[in-house]
């Protein structure tokens, strides 16, 4: 007979709610060691929680139909910082339509095309860096990323906008919540006064990115640009019009929150990670003096491998439906741990060393899945991967990183990303080649 679920802990749901909040990644590690590769979880307020660690599974998810297994659905907590509209959170055509409009944006040319500002941001940024005391590299990463990223999506020539939408932006972040998740979280926000703030944030940066909506299409130059804002604007337009400045704002957001915070943390964790590995932070180095960028990849990918700025990702179930063997029903969540997949001495023999080596010996490896999977697959992948490679090439052209034998930083959950706990302390010198 088919079993509904696969196994999992039969303590309550709110001592395995309990459990999973105080330390997200210890409690589905347990699991996994007990119950093995699938297992379901009960966990407040999502309700049932299958997850996945087995790669053919997760292959399998990616073959499944979305209609069924539903990214944005599961998305939904994010609506509220995000808006209703936002690639992140719709599901189905109106997903697709979104999606493809928005893609080539960040295909291959169109990022290689920004790898220059993305460098000159970069050594203006490394100008501010203290030499000879510890330093927390997160902050600085955010700055790099969060101006990286607002310059290609808005393209902003007037500076003082573009620093107040970089100022919205981040205080709508910092209004997110671990209650956003809670079912019809947005349904009393008289009630609660943070849900009121965020609402007021959220129109802040809207008023705002209109102006700059506003100033692109009265812009003579508007064909020739090469921002996302522009790109949009056209292909909206040669679709009819149909995206309206309300979904436009959505999605703009979602670029700027989406596109910095996630980029600053991989590169945190590479510095994090490279001091406490002193000989290959010597070959990164060396790697960036001789513009080795195959090494400097291999660098960044394995950072994104041992410390998953994303642990997981979720789909939800919109009818019951098999899987592996199993009747899941509506309502279901399917969440394939990032973090479990990259831990698999299987998959990644030697799973706790910190070996970049092995993303040059083997070629793509189908069991790497930081960016998420299938038709949800991180939109900005490429960027991030590129910007990653700029921004460490001139952090190790500019400076030395002093190695420490300090223990590993903890991961610490931070919105949906998991950030060291001690923000990537590092300590430089400025290299006199420089
Ligand atoms: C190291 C940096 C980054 C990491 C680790 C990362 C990770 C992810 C993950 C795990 C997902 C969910 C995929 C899924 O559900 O299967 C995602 C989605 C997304 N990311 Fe990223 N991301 C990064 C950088 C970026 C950048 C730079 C941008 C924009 C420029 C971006 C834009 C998006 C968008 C728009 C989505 C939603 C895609 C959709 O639902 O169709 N991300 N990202």
């Known amino acids: 007979m088919i079993t509904r679920l696969p196994p999992g802990p039969s303590l309550p749901a709110l001592t395995q709610t309990w459990r999973y909040w105080r330390s997200p990644a210890e409690f589905v590690r347990r699991c996994h060691e007990e119950f093995g590769a699938r297992f379901t979880v009960r966990l407040w307020p999502f309700g049932t929680v299958v997850v996945l660690a087995d790669p053919d599974d997760v292959k399998s998810l990616v073959r499944s139909d979305p209609s069924v297994f539903q990214a944005g659905r599961a998305n939904s907590f994010g609506e509220m910082v995000l808006g209703r509209e936002s690639v992140f959170v719709i599901d189905d055509e109106e997903h697709s339509r979104t999606r493809a409009l928005m893609m080539p944006a960040f295909h291959g ?41 607002s310059r290609n999506v808005m393209g902003i020539d007037d500076s003082a906008l573009k620093e107040q939408v970089q100022e919205a932006v981040l205080r709508l972040l910092r209004t997110g919540s671990v209650f956003d998740v809670l079912p019809g979280h947005d349904r009393f926000p008289s009630l609660h006064p943070g849900r009121l703030k965020r609402r007021r944030m959220r129109a802040r940066a809207d008023a705002l990115l209109r102006r700059q909506i506003s100033a692109h299409r009265a812009d003579p130059r508007l064909a020739e640009r090469t921002d996302v804002l522009a790109m949009l ?92 063997g199993y009747r899941l029903p509506k309502g279901t969540s399917v969440w394939p741990s990032i973090a479990l997949l990259h831990s698999s001495a299987e998959s990644f023999p030697d799973p706790g060393a910190f070996r970049p080596e092995r993303f040059l010996e083997r070629g793509a490896m189908a069991d790497w899945v930081p960016f998420g999977i299938g038709n949800r697959r991180c939109l900005g992948a490429t960027f991030a991967q590129v910007e990653s490679r700029v921004v460490m090439r001139e952090l190790l052209r500019h400076f030395e990183f002093e190695p420490t034998d300090a223990p590993g930083e903890d991961v610490k959950a931070r919105h949906v990303t998991q950030v060291p706990a001690g923000f990537a302390t590092v300590t430089v010198r400025r290299r006199d080649a420089a």
């Open 233 to 324: 604007l056209r292909a909206s337009e040669a679709e009819g019009g149909w995206m309206s400045d309300a979904n436009i704002c959505d999605q703009l957001i979602t670029l700027l929150l989406a596109g910095h915070e996630t980029t600053a943390t991989g590169l945190a964790w590479c510095l994090e990670r490279l001091v406490r590995h002193p000989e290959v932070l010597a070959e990164a180095q060396r790697a960036a003096d001789t513009d080795d960028d195959a090494y400097l990849d291999a660098v960044i990918k394995e950072a994104l491998r041992c410390r998953p700025v994303v642990p997981d990702v979720g789909r939800k179930l919109s009818r019951d439906a098999d899987f592996a």
């Open 109 to 149: 040319k169109a990022v290689r095309d920004q790898v220059e500002l993305m460098r000159e941001i970069t050594t203006a940024n490394l100008a501010s860096w203290p030499v000879g005391e510890p330093m927390e590299a997160l902050p600085q990463m955010q700055a790099i990323s969060l101006e990286i990223i």
